[in-house]
């Protein structure tokens, strides 16, 4: 059974830093991109920023040169650092990723997600 479980989560204020970790755990054979999705009351989820197993990384527009995302792959665990931080930021934040795990007898690409974790920027 594979798990994303996310650590970080906070209220900052305006200008403020924080720093997201998710770690994946269970039968994993590889993970391949990986990513951070947010989602603001009354508001669909967006993709933040994503990252390929390679190293290459995508960022909306919003958080350009504010935000950054990195990975551990010796340690299946992606990161964001959150820098400069504003209101609109508010929003549950969402680790996801593509994983091939093995699960009853076989290996299968599936798509995974965290749990979710609050991030509330203060103004």
């Known amino acids: 059974q594979v798990q994303l479980v996310e650590f970080g989560g906070g209220l900052v204020q305006a200008g403020g830093s924080l720093r997201l970790s998710c770690a994946a755990s269970?039968?994993?054979?590889?993970?391949?991109?990986m990513g951070w999705y947010r989602q603001a009351p009354g508001n669909r989820r967006e993709l933040v920023t994503s990252?390929?197993?390679?190293?290459?990384?995508d960022y909306a527009d919003s958080v350009k040169g504010r935000f950054t995302i990195s990975r551990d792959n010796a340690n299946n665990t992606v990161f964001l650092q959150m820098n400069n931080m504003k209101p609109e930021d508010t929003a549950v934040y969402y680790c996801?990723?593509?994983?091939?795990?093995?699960?009853?007898?076989?290996?299968?690409?599936?798509?995974?997600w965290g749990q979710g974790t609050q991030v509330t920027v203060s103004s």
């Open positions: 996801n990723a593509e994983i091939v795990a093995y699960s009853s007898g076989y290996y299968r690409r599936s798509d995974y």
């Open positions: 269970g039968s994993i054979r590889r993970i391949n991109n």
């Open positions: 990252i390929t197993s390679g190293g290459s990384t």
